[in-house]
């Protein structure tokens, strides 16, 4: 099945809205979160078998998420025009649940700091709470 002109502009006009009403500290926080959820995910491919990351399965779950959950906003975005707007700060707070998770098992937090699997446990549903009832 070969894409026309006509799909690709389709889909250019649903992605056109994402950077309407976009500041500039939404867009570098989405890029920064991101591109910690990139580095945390090499980390754990590249560092399997340290302490603070082994028999977690980390890798993997990692990957999962860098090419599956991360994309749920833009995806939605590009293959069904969801929002008017792009809801950047709920793509932001949907990132921060993985990068938090993310940078306990990378700097070892979880191993380290006794109340530290509270955090993201506590952070994870509230930002998951909001992102659903907000958008």
Do not use: C
Not at 15 to 42: E, Q, S
Not at 49 to 78: C, E, H, T, W
């Amino acid at each position: 099945m070969a894409v026309t002109a006509r799909d690709f502009a389709h889909v250019t006009k649903r992605l056109a809205h994402v950077w309407d009403g976009v500041t500039w500290h939404a867009l570098a926080t989405n890029v920064l979160l991101r591109l910690l959820i990139l580095a945390f995910t090499i980390d754990a491919l590249i560092n399997a078998g340290d302490d603070r990351l082994a028999g977690k399965a980390l890798g993997p779950r990692n990957v999962g998420i860098l090419l599956g959950l991360s994309m749920l906003f833009p995806l939605l975005q590009a293959v069904r025009g969801q929002w008017k707007r792009y809801p950047m700060w709920y793509d932001n707070l949907h990132l921060s649940i993985f990068a938090l998770d993310m940078a306990g098992n990378s700097l070892n937090l979880y191993n380290t700091v006794e109340w530290w699997d509270h955090v993201p446990h506590f952070h994870g549903p509230g930002a998951l709470a909001a992102v659903l009832m907000g958008r």
